[in-house]
């Protein structure tokens, strides 16, 4: 249950709207007041952010004579917005490294820590294409 609610906040969820999401799976089609009981979100929270939830493609949103319901949106849609957004990143990577290189002149400083900042500077020394004058502890 943790590496959906996880997997689901990577796609800018928080944890309520991520249990209301899969609450909606659940059911198929509820009431605000039906997936308040099954998720255990307040009810009034859930108005919050239902708009947020539709605008984005998680819920639809259907009127049954005075209720509105609402439907989860197949789970395949989400790995079509992560491959698009994949995309889009990769497109968009040639204009962001040239933005990123038109500091040439200036000293670039980065500080890691822990065994991931080590993995990084170890990453970072065989990709890069400019001399690396220093490398030290911080604390000695």
Known sequence: MDNI???LKSFGLNEKQARVYMAC???GS???AELAKKSGV???SIYNFMEDL???GFL???SRGEQTMFVAENPQALLKKAQEQLTNTQEALPQLLALFNLAG???KVHF???IDGLQKIYEATWQSREPIYAFSDYEK
């Open 5 to 7: 609610l996880q997997a």
């Open 25 to 27: 799976l659940e059911l």
């Open 30 to 32: 509820a009431t605000v």
């Open 42 to 44: 307040k009810r009034t």
């Open 54 to 56: 539709v605008a984005r």
């Open 60 to 62: 639809s949103e259907v």
């Open 105 to 107: 002149n200036k000293p």
């Open 112 to 114: 890691y820590q822990g």
